[in-house]
Structures are given as structure tokens and as C-alpha cells.
């Protein structure tokens, strides 16, 4: 019986990671978009931040599930990874993770698609998010084995409600690129 | 125009936090380290060995205390004459029985 | 054969003679009886007023004789046997459920520590000396004393034998005595002699609802685990015969001819017994 934790600990460590770097995301998402952020870096900046953050969460996401099923301690089959319910382990609270997963790579890869599914179905499909990150934190408590770790999952719900809230009540202005200025002296 | 430098930034932070996080998790990594419930053989194994250690100290004791008094017939000079008794095919006039 | 039977030390007494009746044998039965009742009120435990109990509590006591060689008798007999018999077993024996005398015993009550035995007595010419914490329990040999000293009194009137609940003295020929083995009984013939039978199967009750008797292991302070049932023992003495059938029912060999009987049903002849 392989009794070597080494794979056990990457899957912990990284889903931790995951969660820390989604939450960055989210909040970077609200921050930039409110002020006093908002009226002093460029959009297309914090664009990319929150984008890249995304990323990041994402490819931790990755590493979590790969450690996973190379740990040997929960038999996670390869297809638990995509099919929600397939783990022998808490197959709820692992269910879960698996469709907040998705759902993460699917809102990821609607940016670059948003002119094909037009701006307003992308933008609804954005706020999913909120039901991205509650999923992980459901997921982190329920199927995460770090008791230790409540704390954290506490703060970063705590930051997000904040700042979600922050946004709503600023609604911030955005800093856009100057507009060319119009030569209003020009004749019809 | 994409700021490499934030990216970077962005790229190490997580990467501390990583490592950080691993730290963590392996400073407790019998917390649990198998998802399954306590082991029920574990447990029962250690109340058993208890169980053993007591019953040892009990059996050392009284075997000491047998050695002990082994010894002593041992080393006791030629028994006196015994009074003699033997088995007979008599009817018993009396028993004798746990007193 | 005349025969006489009294309950005395909390069992039935049965004096044997071989002679005719006279007035001689009346004496001789009437002195026996009254030495059980005199040796009782000096060394039960249970008699708050015998000359033991006055011992027990007061640790220093200036002593009966007897009272005097029943324990010298008893001292003797723990550094004689390498300490398996002791009387200062006293509050192991209380601890464990045998805190009144046996007929009035609770059939179960809450379980106590076992208590350490091997208490120092110290005997200098009539003063009795215990060592702190520790109580002396004569039980394991005031009987064979008494049926020692009732059978020198017996047997100025002809071939006699004492037998105090199995603890026997015979003299003067060649006494029947009819043990019981595993599945049956077997016969002893006694001459000059004594025998006594000690065991876990008679005096035993249950204490937190657990099995207990009254021959405590002086090693652990708790009733001894064994697995013989109970012993017969032959020695020159009743007292002799009492210490070593309870030395042999915790484990010491057997050099003298002995009866064991074991708890999953055997008989065992040992000591040379034929």
C-alpha cells in the first residue's frame, strides 16, 4: 500500500491555491470595475489582470485535479475530473468542485467568444461567477480535509460580499481611453 | 498593450502562495491524511496493546512471586517425614472439602 | 465411633472418636468445643470485640499468647513460603467484597482497587507491632490452629479427628477421608496427620459484577487467577496443611502429597500421592 503523501498534499495545497487565486480574480474583477480603483488604471490593465488571475486559478484548478488522481489514497478516476458524482470520496462536495470547475473554463473562454454570443448574454453569463466562487467555497468546506483552513474560506467570502457590495453602492466610473476629440467646427 | 510586469507580479505571488499553502498542508498532514473515518483496527489495536501491557505487568508480578517461592522449597532443607497418607479403598468416615 | 458437630468460625465442626462413651469423652468434647469458641472470640475479624480486631485497629497490641503464636505462625509461613501466604492480606481481602463474614456477604456490589499486601509485623515477646495501612487477617490459619489445639485436646481420650469445614487433624489410626475430584470422589487414608482443602469454588461472590473469592494473590492484592479449582494439602499440622494447600493454589509446586483440582474438570495427584 503506497502510504506516500507527496501527491495527497499537492492535490490539498493546490486546491487552496486555486481558491486563493479565484477569489483574487473576483475580487480584482469587482475592484477595478469601482472606485477609487477604478478612475486611476486603465481598463484594458485591470482587464488583463483579472483575466490573467483567471487563468492562474485555473491552471491551479488543473493541478489539483491531476494530483488527485495520481494520489492513491482517494481512487479519483480520470473521469471524475469532468463527470460530476464519479469519486468514491464525498462524491457531492466533489461533484460540486467538478461543475465549478467547468463552469470556470467555460466563463474563461466566453471572453474571447463574447462578440459571437453578443455582450449581453456574455455579460449575464459573467455573473456566474458569484455562483463559481460559491460552488468552490462549498466545495473547499465540504470536500476539503484542511480543517484548519475555515478561517481563510470565511475571509475570502467576507472580502468578496464586501467588495461586492462596495461595487454596487459606488457604481464606479471607468477610466477610458481619451475619446479623439471631435472638431465640432467641422461642417456638415 | 499587456503589463508583463503585473503579470509577473501576479505569477510569483501565486506561486508563493503555492508553496506556502503546500507548507501548510504539510504541517499537518495526518489531518486527516485517508479521508476515511479513524480506523476502526487502529483504535482496537491500540486498546489491546494497553490491554496487554497491563496484563503483562500482572503476570511479571505474580511469576516473581511463584519464583520466589519456588525458590525457597528449593533451597529448604530434606522435608521432614511426611505423615503418611495414601489412597484407600475405605468407605470415608469424614470429607474434607474447600474450607 | 462418637461423633459430635457444632457450627463454630463460620462452619459446621464435626469431632470424631474412636472409643467408647464415657465421662472421659464427654470432657474431652466439651473442652474441644469450648477451645473453638474461645479461639474464635480471640482471632475472628469479624467480632469487633475479638482481641485481632483490637490489633487491627490499634497496630501495637501486648497479646494473648495465643493470639501471639497464631501470628508467629502466620509470619512464619509468609517467609516460608516467599510471601504467597500472607496474613496482612487483611484489607486486599475487604477491598474485594470479603468485608463481613462470609454468610452475610452481598451477592454483588461496586468494585474496589485492589490494596497491597506484605505489611511488616513486628513480634517482640507479647507485643504485636503492624505496620501502618496494613491489617492482619488470620482467616487463612486460625482455623488449623484451632482444629490442632482441639485435636490435642481430643485425643487424650482416644484415636480422634477435628474436622472444622475440611480443615483435618486425625490421630491415633488411620483415618478415611473422602475427597472430591473432578467427577467423583476419592479416599485419603490419614494417620497422624493433616489435611486441608483450600479453593476458589466455595467462598466466592461478585464484585462489579465480576467473579471474586477470598484466596487473594498477596502479588497483585486482587483474588488470584488460576486455573486449579482447589487444592487438598497433607502436612503434620492443620495449620502446615492450610498454609500449603493456599501456597499450591497460587502456583508453588507440590513436594508434599497433594489433590489438585482444576477448573476445566481434571484431577491431579501430586507430591508422590499414590
Not at chain 1, 25 to 50: E, F, M, N, Q
Not at chain 3, 10 to 38: I, K, P
Not at chain 3, 63 to 77: H, I, K, Q
Request: net charge positive.
Amino acid at each position: 500500500m503506497r502510504t506516500d503523501p507527496t501527491f495527497w498534499l499537492l492535490a490539498r495545497a493546490g486546491g487552496l491555491t486555486a481558491y486563493a487565486l479565484l477569489t483574487s480574480a473576483v475580487l480584482a474583477g469587482l475592484a477595478v470595475k469601482s472606485r477609487p480603483l477604478s478612475t486611476r488604471i486603465k481598463a484594458a490593465d485591470a482587464t488583463d489582470i483579472h483575466r490573467f488571475l483567471s487563468l492562474l486559478a485555473l491552471g491551479a484548478v488543473g493541478l489539483h485535479g491531476l494530483a488527485l488522481t495520481l494520489d492513491h489514497s482517494v481512487r479519483m478516476p480520470l473521469a471524475g475530473l469532468v463527470v460530476p458524482g464519479l469519486s468514491p470520496y464525498r462524491p457531492l462536495a466533489t461533484g460540486i468542485g467538478v461543475i465549478a470547475a467547468e463552469l470556470m473554463v467555460v466563463i474563461y473562454a466566453s471572453f474571447s467568444l463574447r462578440r459571437r454570443i453578443g455582450i449581453k448574454s456574455w455579460r449575464r453569463l459573467h455573473y456566474l461567477t458569484f455562483a463559481v466562487f460559491g460552488a468552490a467555497t462549498v466545495h473547499g468546506l465540504a470536500a476539503g480535509t484542511d480543517e484548519w483552513a475555515f478561517g481563510l474560506y470565511a475571509s475570502a467570502v467576507a472580502a468578496v460580499a464586501a467588495m461586492t457590495t462596495w461595487r454596487v453602492i459606488t457604481k464606479g466610473g471607468t477610466r477610458h481611453a481619451p475619446v479623439p476629440r471631435r472638431d465640432r467646427s467641422v461642417a456638415l | 498593450m499587456t503589463d508583463h510586469t503585473a503579470r509577473l507580479y501576479a505569477f510569483a505571488i501565486s506561486i508563493l502562495v503555492f508553496f506556502v499553502a503546500w507548507a501548510a498542508v504539510a504541517a499537518r498532514p495526518w489531518a486527516p491524511a485517508t479521508p476515511s473515518k479513524p480506523d476502526p483496527q487502529v483504535a482496537a489495536l491500540v486498546a489491546k496493546e494497553k490491554r496487554v501491557r497491563a496484563e503483562t505487568i500482572a503476570a511479571r508480578r505474580v511469576l516473581a512471586s511463584r519464583r520466589r517461592a519456588a525458590a525457597l522449597a528449593a533451597a529448604a532443607p530434606a522435608t521432614p517425614p511426611q505423615p503418611s497418607v495414601r489412597i484407600v479403598t475405605l468407605p470415608p468416615l469424614t470429607i474434607t472439602r474447600t474450607s | 465411633m462418637l461423633r459430635r458437630a457444632f457450627p463454630a468460625m463460620g462452619t459446621q465442626v464435626e469431632l470424631l472418636l474412636d472409643s467408647d462413651a464415657s465421662a472421659e469423652s464427654e470432657v474431652a468434647f466439651a473442652r474441644a468445643e469450648r477451645e473453638f469458641e474461645r479461639l474464635e472470640a480471640l482471632l475472628s475479624r469479624f467480632r469487633p470485640d475479638s482481641e485481632l480486631s483490637e490489633l487491627n485497629r490499634a497496630r501495637v497490641l501486648d497479646a494473648s499468647d495465643d493470639l501471639v503464636t497464631v501470628t508467629r505462625l502466620a509470619v512464619e509461613a509468609r517467609e516460608r513460603t516467599g510471601g504467597l501466604f500472607d496474613p496482612t492480606v487483611h484489607d486486599a481481602l475487604v477491598a474485594a467484597g470479603y468485608d463481613r463474614t462470609f454468610d452475610d456477604l452481598a451477592p454483588d456490589s461496586a468494585a474496589e482497587a485492589a490494596r497491597p499486601c506484605g505489611g511488616g509485623v513486628q513480634i517482640e515477646g507479647g507485643r504485636i507491632e503492624l505496620e501502618d495501612g496494613f491489617r492482619l487477617d488470620l482467616g487463612g490459619i486460625a482455623k488449623g490452629y484451632a482444629v490442632d489445639r482441639a485435636a490435642s485436646l481430643l485425643r487424650r481420650a482416644g484415636p480422634c479427628l477435628v474436622n472444622a469445614g475440611g480443615d483435618i487433624a486425625g490421630h491415633g489410626r488411620l483415618w478415611p477421608v473422602g475427597v472430591a475430584t473432578a467427577d467423583g470422589e476419592l479416599t485419603l487414608g490419614l494417620e497422624n496427620g493433616a489435611l486441608a482443602t483450600s479453593g476458589r469454588d466455595r467462598r466466592r461472590w461478585r464484585r462489579g459484577g465480576r467473579e471474586a473469592h477470598h484466596l487473594i494473590d498477596p502479588a497483585t492484592g486482587s483474588p488470584a487467577e488460576s486455573d486449579v479449582l482447589r487444592v487438598t494439602a497433607v502436612a503434620p499440622t492443620a495449620v502446615e496443611a492450610e498454609v500449603l494447600a493456599k501456597t499450591i493454589f497460587l502456583g508453588a509446586p507440590a513436594q508434599s502429597p497433594a489433590v489438585l483440582v482444576t477448573a476445566d474438570g481434571r484431577t491431579v495427584m501430586a507430591g508422590g500421592l499414590r
